[in-house]
């Protein structure tokens, strides 16, 4: 049984922090690229980040770059996003997909194996 289980998300204040989780169970994590999509009211979807199979350092949409950091625990099977300095524009429900596709492609959302339910991040004062 397949799942990710996005948490974490809620309200906060322009400026604020927040940071979200997405649990993993069901597939052999530490072998899938893992990366953060997100949705925003009447938007369609828009890829954040994504974070190879060992960890490391993360590549970022240009919209978040230097205020969000993306990590991954492969012993907990667990996926974090670190965002800082929030603004309205943030505003999104946060999923989480994992792919096996090469590098270059992670931005295409149609090759993405496993997807689960997302969190909602409101920004606002």
């Known amino acids: 049984d397949v799942q990710l289980q996005a948490s974490g998300g809620g309200l906060v204040e322009p400026g604020g922090t927040l940071r979200l989780s997405c649990a993993a169970s069901?597939?052999?994590?530490?072998?899938?690229?893992m990366s953060w999509f997100r949705q925003a009211p009447g938007k369609g979807p828009e890829w954040v980040s994504s974070?190879?199979?060992?960890?490391?350092?993360?590549i970022y949409a240009e919209s978040v770059k230097g205020r969000f950091t993306i990590s991954r625990d492969n012993t907990n099977k667990e996926l974090y996003l670190q965002m800082n300095n929030l603004n309205p524009e943030d505003t999104a429900v946060y999923y989480c997909?994992?792919?096996?596709?090469?590098?270059?492609?992670?931005?295409?959302?149609?090759?993405?194996?496993?997807w689960g339910p997302g969190t909602l991040v409101t920004v606002s004062s």
């Open positions: 974070i190879g199979k060992s960890g490391g350092a993360g």
């Open positions: 997909g994992a792919t096996t596709v090469v590098w270059g492609r992670v931005k295409e959302e149609n090759h993405y194996i496993h």
């Open positions: 069901g597939f052999d994590f530490a072998d899938y690229t």
